[in-house]
């Protein structure tokens, strides 16, 4: 029932309304809930509790990234780009000078006044590889996949 809905009024509204009204045979094994069985009457109190439990963790994760960004922490595993893992200390990131090249040229483009299409078109014309496909180059974790857009189908193709 946790999996099913967050919001106990709308999984009641699910549950007691719309899936008898179209015939539905509604089974929670974990929670033993059978509609075929008839009501189970602490289902709906079982549902404020699933609504209370997901509330009370998402705030306790959101108080865990705010502690951690406040004391200076990384909210990331890798680091964006213009930025690279320090060999020494994995915690600590050490400015890529290449890439950091190519965003201050962005920066000073968009200062220049030049907008994200005219700043593509330039990176484009300048053949500067995205992040995808810089860091793939590279040898180094990408949080993307290669799609045609950023050059590299050609590359996975091949293999």
Not at 15 to 31: E, M, R, S, Y
Request: net charge positive; with cysteine; hydrophobic share 35%.
């Amino acid at each position: 029932m946790s999996r099913f809905g967050r919001d106990y009024l709308q999984v009641g509204m699910y549950t007691d309304i719309l899936f008898p009204d179209f015939g539905v045979h509604f089974i929670a094994v974990n929670d033993g809930v059978d509609s075929a069985r008839g009501e189970n009457e602490f289902t709906a109190i079982r549902n404020i509790f699933n609504e209370m439990y997901a509330r009370d963790t998402s705030k306790e994760i959101r108080a865990t990234w705010r502690s951690k960004g406040k004391s200076g922490e990384h909210l990331c595993t890798n680091p964006p780009y213009g930025y690279l893992k320090d060999q020494g200390d994995k915690k600590k990131w050490i400015v890529d000078p290449e890439a950091a090249a190519v965003v201050q040229k962005i920066f000073s483009l968009y200062v220049d006044g030049l907008g994200p299409t005219q700043i593509a078109k330039w990176l484009r014309a300048h053949k500067i590889k995205n992040p995808t496909a810089y860091l793939i180059k590279r040898g180094l974790p990408a949080a993307n996949k290669p799609t045609l857009t950023n050059g590299l189908t050609k590359l996975f193709a091949a293999r």
